[in-house]
């Protein structure tokens, strides 16, 4: 895949994400009216850890396009685990993606999932745009609701399938908010409500990494036996600092992205 192509697919990615969450389109403009670049510091995927749907498997297409792993995370709590990737062009997005360690889930949610990637159809799998290609399996709505009293981050995925879960703006890169405090302001101002999981700000100068997101909005979704709104896609909002070494830092706090999670919570 070369240049080109990847960025097609990243802007793919960038419509398919706005379908779920037309807030992020909103809040996208308001920023662009007062800024000459709004830069994506990173997109989220999610995943399960199973073979054919694995993350290695997602990280694949982002891979032969010049991605390379740069950092390992886990969440013990949510029975997650992550990896983040960067391109050598610095002006791509970070790409990060989190899978579900089934395994931890009880027999009959581990049996509901492995049913649900049984369904998948064998040649959309090895397709470049598999990451965002959606749900492609039968589900009902009393599925998701058993799977969300276990793991929200598993009812989502069931619900809504492969495809980015946030895009994130860089505040490094905006003239209009230099720190996360008066930018969380300014978007509670327009009404956009924030994650306070953990307190609105996840992270610390300190730590390199501060980051918040806003609370993923519910959007009405069909089900096999109904429909329901649920909660859906959410923005977030990174700001970087400097290692003592130089350069912006480039990871992520897994203590912070574990808050950072509960924006698509359930509420």
């Known amino acids: 895949m070369n240049t080109q192509q990847l960025k097609t697919m990243l802007e793919e990615m960038w419509i398919d994400y706005l379908a779920l969450n037309p807030d992020a389109l909103a809040i996208h403009q308001l920023i662009k009216e007062r800024n000459p670049h709004v830069v994506n510091d990173h997109i989220a995927l999610r995943t399960f850890n199973l073979g054919k749907v694995d993350l290695k498997q997602i990280s694949r297409p982002f891979i032969n396009a010049g991605y390379h792993a740069r950092g390992e995370y886990s969440f013990p709590k ?26 931890n889930l009880d027999q009959s949610n581990q049996k509901l999932i492995h049913n649900l990637i049984e369904q998948i159809p064998k040649e959309i799998l090895t397709t470049k745009h598999f990451s965002y290609s959606g749900r ?54 327009h009404g956009y409500a924030l994650n306070s999981a953990g307190g609105e700000i ?32 959410y923005y977030e909002f990174a700001k970087r600092y400097p290692l003592p070494e130089g350069g912006l830092y480039q990871g992520f706090i897994a203590a912070s992205a574990d808050k950072i999670f509960e924006s698509t919570d359930s509420r």
């Open 202 to 233: 996840k992270g610390s100068a300190e730590e390199y990494l501060e980051q918040s997101s806003t609370l993923a909005n519910k959007v009405m979704l069909s089900f096999d036996d109904q429909e329901a709104e649920i909660p859906g896609c």
């Open 136 to 189: 492609h399996w039968n589900l009902t709505y009393k599925q998701y609701q058993q799977l969300l009293k276990q793991s929200e981050y598993a009812a989502w995925l069931a619900a809504f399938g492969f495809r980015p879960n946030h895009f994130t703006i860089l505040i490094n890169a905006l003239h209009s908010h230099h720190r996360i405090e008066t930018l969380n302001q300014f978007l509670k101002e």
């Open 78 to 103: 949510k029975h997650l685990y992550a990896q983040h990737f960067e391109h050598n062009d610095p002006n791509l997005p970070k790409i990060f993606i989190s899978q579900l360690l089934t395994e």
